[in-house]
């Protein structure tokens, strides 16, 4: 079987030009640097920022960077799932998943979210190309329902007139998942209702009852649980086990490449306090640990979800 090849789209707004600037300089390293640890692999990745267009400054960033693919869609983040959407189709109608470069995986990730394609891309190749929906899954297994909220002054909230059900099916945290293209194709072909958030949709299309009307499948995909996928500001933020972080600072983002760098050159048996090739010459036992230590308190949304038990540590 031929190497896993997956198109990673960021998810942009036009005022976050801080955010995308860290990314570029941090884990997007990982496709950009010659002396990258994925080795060959690295030419079996692509990643895009997505956003709307509308925006002049966007627009302009864009041309310059080569990097950025603007759609047509409403800015915000109410408009997420909307524009994703529209992107995925433009993905199908691209063929991306035919030829030699045809795509196995998509990914969506969060311009807050770091992602350690050093783990990602192994991971993916003893992994289904088919009916694959991987990520940190809110799945309410047991007795228990993720209810979707209704509190309107919540930026979470889920309308009734969007989605009547008292609960959600199983759904991947947005900061971070993968569908198989087989999945890309089936949420393309017919026209899906709109909805103010990004992540419960995709569960709610590929996961939820057949019954509901919802499904765009013959049967309901199983989604892949990763509690490596960290929803929320772990305590310490680094983890080596981490495949994605959510919730970093731009100032964050290339302490965390630094330290991803040092697990990564300490696993090929490069000794203690040396320096990643990666990272630039900086000695990633001194700047990285010490700004990952300089981390503020946890989110708000973080202890939200602990306290209403939705969060698994």
């Known amino acids: 079987m031929s190497s896993a090849k997956i198109l990673i789209f960021v998810s942009s707004g036009a005022s976050n030009k801080g955010r995308r600037r860290s990314l570029r300089k941090s884990w997007f390293q990982y496709c950009s640097s010659a002396d990258s640890p994925l080795g060959a692999s690295r030419k079996n990745i692509e990643i895009v920022f997505v956003g709307a267009k509308g925006n002049k400054e966007f627009e302009e960033e864009a041309a310059i960077e080569k990097d950025i693919v603007l759609v047509d869609a409403p800015e915000g983040y109410e408009h997420l799932w909307q524009k994703s959407l529209v992107y995925l189709k433009h993905l199908v109608d691209s063929d991306r998943g035919k030829g030699p470069e045809r795509l196995n995986y998509v990914m969506h990730a969060d311009d807050d979210s770091f992602v350690r394609l050093d783990l990602l891309m192994p991971y993916l190749e003893s992994c289904p190309r088919e009916r694959f929906y991987w990520g940190y899954i809110w799945d ?174």
């Open 140 to 313: 309410g297994q047991g007795n228990r329902k993720t209810a979707p909220i209704r509190n309107p002054v919540n930026k979470s909230r889920m309308p009734v007139s969007q989605y009547p059900l008292d609960y959600y099916p199983p759904f991947a945290s947005g900061c971070g998942f993968v569908l198989s293209w087989d999945l890309v194709l089936e949420l393309t072909k017919q026209p899906l209702p709109e909805y103010r958030l990004l992540d419960p949709p995709f569960g709610i299309h590929l996961s939820g009852p057949p019954t509901d009307g919802y499904l765009v499948l013959s049967e309901p995909v199983v989604p892949v649980h990763d509690d490596r996928v960290r929803p929320y500001r772990a305590i310490p933020i680094f983890h080596p086990d981490t495949i994605v972080q959510h919730y970093l600072k731009p100032e964050e983002m290339k302490p965390f490449y630094v330290q991803a760098c040092s697990v990564a050159v300490a696993t090929k048996d490069v000794s203690p306090g040396g320096t990643c090739p990666v990272c630039s010459g900086q000695d990633v036992n001194s700047g990285a640990s010490e700004a990952l230590e300089q981390r503020g308190p946890p989110e708000q949304l973080y202890q939200t979800l602990v306290e209403l038990g939705l969060l698994r540590r």
